[in-house]
């Protein structure tokens, strides 16, 4: 649909009934279908057996390639679902066949889960260079062209911070990793769900997102992009029959495509509940939602600058649906408890360390508001309101 239906939407939320939720950028409010696809198939598993469901109900168990494989614009065989983005991340990560001396380079905005992966990579050997910042927040393409040069192995990006509205320009991060010859994580946790990705023209060669944010699904699903014609990875960390065939006593045969990175036991029915969420997403319209979001959030921020004691926190460039502040004289964790109880869903942004945050624009505990399509201005005023 080119226009959201909001009313639609909001009727098909039940959460909408209950809370004003500005927190779908930690875990955003699962739509009825995702409910009923995931509470259906765990009673189907509690009345027949959960391997003869599974078995029974494949093509509900692919829904999450097909709808993934639109969603990024791949094929549904460089898809691997895994419990949540870090261990897609992670999976990514370690695959790269490092030796001691070669380079990374990665950007300010990296998760603090990224980050605990770069601190192993650097202590076994590995070279970690931070790319500097734009005025406003943004990776410098110009410092990263810099820094490129023939040891650099891998470029980590972040599309959107988990600690602001920043969006960094990952398409031109990319371009300028593949003219390198660098490999390209992205980490698209915070943009998948409430912008458009497609992976081509990203360029990048891995990519993770989860599922509980922007895109409405359960808790504990993910995606991992992974390129199909990727050359000279290490085989998975974690493997069993789900991610190789074994072919003699010591000898194993990797499975097809991103497959590798899965293993047999997973939450089936969340899985089949993240297909049908990307499905509601791809109805609905990546675009239209970016658009919603976008004006939603900017709106928001024109009605936290002018209420007293509130002081807006993001920077001057490309924002998203995040909205960061703090309010003079009280405590993040104070006042994200207090709208709480007025039935207002925020959360609070810890302080990062200096290198993270060059700007120091997180210096003290932030309140993180995050937008989504089924928000509406007069939940906004309400919010603002409380405050």
């Known amino acids: 649909m080119s226009e959201i239906d909001i009313d639609a939407v909001r009727a098909d939320t039940p959460g909408c009934g209950e809370v004003i939720h500005l927190n779908n950028a930690g875990a955003s409010l699962p739509p009825t279908p995702v409910l009923s696809a995931t509470i259906d198939f765990l009673e189907a598993e509690a009345r027949t057996g959960s391997y003869e469901v599974a078995s029974s109900r494949v093509e509900d168990l692919n829904r999450v ?13 460089e ?19 490092f030796e ?18 770069l601190i192993q990579l650097q202590d076994e050997g590995v070279d970690i260079d931070l790319i500097p910042e734009e005025s406003d927040g943004q990776a410098s393409l110009e410092g990263l062209e810099k820094l ?8 980590c990006a972040t599309h959107v911070p988990t600690s602001g509205g920043l969006v960094n320009p990952v398409a031109e991060i990319g371009r300028l990793a593949g003219e390198a010859g660098a490999l390209y994580l992205l980490d698209a946790t915070q943009s998948a769900g409430q912008m458009s990705l497609a992976v081509d023209e990203l360029g990048c060669d891995f990519l993770a997102i989860t599922g509980r944010k922007f895109l409405r699904g359960p808790r504990g699903t993910a995606l991992l992009y992974a390129r199909s014609d990727l050359e000279g990875l290490r085989d998975p960390l974690i493997m069993d029959g789900r991610s190789a065939r074994w072919t003699d006593d010591w000898a194993y045969e990797l499975s097809e495509g991103a497959r590798r990175y899965e293993t047999f036991e997973t939450n089936v029915a969340a899985k089949v509940g993240f297909g049908v969420a990307i499905e509601y997403a791809l109805r609905i319209g990546l675009d239209s939602i970016s ?15 002018t209420s007293p004691l509130v002081r807006l926190t993001d920077l001057d460039g490309p924002q998203s649906g995040i909205v960061t502040f703090y309010v003079e004289g009280r405590s993040s964790e104070a006042v994200v408890a207090a709208l709480r109880a007025w039935g207002v869903n925020t959360s609070v942004v810890e ?35 409380a405050l």
């Open 65 to 77: 390639y097909d709808a993934g494989a639109v969603l990024l614009g791949c094929q549904a065989n």
């Open 79 to 97: 898809l691997a679902y895994l419990p949540s983005a870090t261990h897609a991340w992670n999976a990514a990560l370690r695959s790269v066949a």
């Open 100 to 117: 001691p001396g070669d380079r990374v380079l990665a950007t300010t905005s990296e998760y603090v889960a990224n980050v605990y992966g």
């Open 148 to 155: 490129l040069d023939e040891r650099v192995k891998l470029v």
């Open 291 to 305: 658009k919603r979001v976008t004006d939603l959030a900017d709106s928001l921020r024109t009605r936290l600058a």
């Open 351 to 385: 302080p990062l360390p200096s290198g993270f945050d060059p700007q120091r624009r997180v210096a003290q505990s932030l309140i993180r508001a995050s937008v989504h399509y089924f928000n509406t201005e007069e939940e906004l005023d309400d919010a603002v309101a």
